[in-house]
């Protein structure tokens, strides 16, 4: 028992062929209840001789003398060994009441909240709780119950950033012997054996009937955790892999299809998904989905996702406000309380060299007005990639449009309007002769919600001349007689 938690201990604060007892090895603070599992910690430390740790016990104040019993405990056992003890005690009825949540989750804020101000006041490189094996193991099983992923399925982590654990592979029936032979004091918590809490109903009526039918079961599902947290480590390892290959960051969309190419969509879907808040039934429903119609829409809190024909597109919560969110000239210098109240940017004035940009949910517009000069050359407009001269709708590599469109400068008049597109808005697109409504172009477009929702337009003279992403008006293109170019880089 000694030299098992002698190894753990030194494998956890990476002190290798050093001695306990040196007084180089990391400060560690351990945190001492006066229980069984704590006090024999404690004693642990002792009888390895490390000499780098202080005691810290909290009386949580919930069992009335009990409590006061355990910190006076722990206090006198560490002023017989000469060890520094920190102690506190906290109100946690009266905090759980303020705080809306339970006396468990009071006590467990109020605890790790002081033990940070310990460890940053005094200097600490580590806290040592005392979990051990059948603790571990009781997560396991609370956490099939309840529903859990892979990682849920290792139990309690040894290591969680400066918090140890060298007692995890130690089991509660170790401990107890220990305890015996060294005769060292603690205090039984009487809440400990009332089986109305789902811990201590595993504890107490559950496992004794796995001991009978496997007296070591506790060390099977040991090798099991560790066998399922090898797998977590390698999937993580390949998870930032598969996120570049279907997730695009820049645009927050899934690949539909790539996702389909994976053996198992719906556990990639979840790595990526559970990030932005949703839950696995919730990833089920978008997997059995995935080869279904368009406009399916899913939300989690921070979240709402739209099922579009090749993507899952994904947005921030908010950012398919209709025509509310101000737009952002950069080097106007407006305030966003002008623009929230008209919703319109008026750019004026164009000149060469000049530039003028806006943005917009996500997307920039930048405007360039370019005289006639020896590289303008109307041919080289003429036909780029199969589309006509102006046409956005040209597909790059993930669907987005070419970013940038030329209109004829000498057919544009000065101030240009920039605003959302609203209901009654028709333009005459490239290549028609005819009007057709703003709202059934988009349609065409097969936009998901969002997007069409925050489709910009510009206007000239009242007139929309370009519906930038998408297609310029066939009076504004750039012909043969075109003279200087107004350029809108998008972005």
């Known amino acids: 028992m000694l030299s098992k938690f002698k190894d753990s201990l030194c494998e956890l604060i990476q002190i290798g062929g050093m001695h306990p007892s040196s007084v180089d090895n990391p400060k560690i603070l351990v945190a001492v209840s006066g229980g069984i599992d704590s006090m024999c910690m404690a004693q642990l430390f002792s009888d390895i001789y490390y000499s780098n740790y ?15 019993g355990d910190q006076e405990l722990v206090k006198k056992w560490a002023g017989s060994k000469g060890i520094e003890c920190y102690s506190t005690t906290f109100d946690t009825h009266s905090y759980a009441n303020d705080n809306g949540i339970s006396t468990q ?3 467990r804020d109020l605890r790790y909240d002081w033990f940070d ?4 006041e005094h200097g600490f490189d580590y806290l040592a709780i005392a979990h051990n094996l059948n603790d571990s193991v009781e997560t396991f099983f609370l956490n099939i119950l309840r529903g859990t992923g892979l990682q849920g399925l290792t139990g309690i982590r040894k290591k969680n950033g400066y918090i140890i654990r060298p007692l995890l ?11 015996k032979l060294h005769d060292i004091p603690f205090r039984e918590d009487s809440t400990n054996a009332q089986s109305h809490y789902s811990r201590n ?21 040991e ?17 930032p892999q598969k996120k570049e290959y279907l997730l695009d960051l820049e645009s927050n969309r899934i690949s539909i299809e790539r996702l389909l190419e994976q053996k198992r969509p719906d556990y990639w879907l979840y790595a990526i998904l559970d990030d932005y808040g949703f839950n696995y039934e919730q990833v089920r429903q978008i997997t059995c989905l995935l080869d279904g119609q368009p406009g399916k829409e899913f939300h989690s809190d921070s979240h709402l996702l739209i099922k579009d024909r090749e993507w899952l597109l994904l947005y921030p919560k908010g950012s398919a406000n209709s025509g509310s969110e101000s737009l952002h000239s950069q080097n106007k210098g407006q305030t966003d309380d002008i623009y929230a109240q008209t919703k319109m940017l008026v750019i004026d004035g164009l000149s060469v060299g000049k530039n003028e940009s806006l943005q917009h949910s996500g997307r920039e517009l930048t405007f360039h007005k370019l005289t006639k000069t020896k590289v303008f050359n109307y041919s080289k407009f003429r036909k780029r990639d199969d589309a006509m001269v102006g046409d956005l709708f040209a597909i790059g590599n993930f669907g987005f449009p070419e970013p940038e469109i030329f209109l004829d400068e000498g057919l544009i008049s000065y101030p240009l309007e920039i605003r959302v597109w609203q209901q009654g808005d028709k333009f005459m697109p490239l290549g028609m002769k005819g009007f057709k409504k703003l709202s059934d172009f988009l349609t065409d477009m097969k936009l998901d919600k969002v997007t069409k929702t925050n489709t910009l337009v510009v206007l000239s003279g009242g007139k929309i001349i370009a519906v930038p992403g998408y297609r310029v008006d066939d009076r504004f293109k750039v012909s043969s007689s075109t003279l200087s170019l107004l350029r809108i880089d998008i972005k």
């Open 54 to 68: 202080a005691i810290a016990t909290v009386n949580f104040a919930l069992r009335g003398e009990e409590s006061d």
């Open 105 to 107: 989750m009071a006590a």
């Open 117 to 120: 101000s310990l460890i940053k």
């Open 169 to 179: 592979t130690i089991t509660r029936r170790e401990i107890a012997e220990y305890v």
């Open 201 to 221: 109903r595993l504890r107490n009526m559950v496992f004794p009937e796995f001991e009978m039918i496997n007296q070591s079961f506790l060390n099977t599902v």
């Open 223 to 239: 090798k099991d955790m560790a066998n399922v947290q090898a797998a977590v480590d390698i999937l993580e390892e390949i998870l």
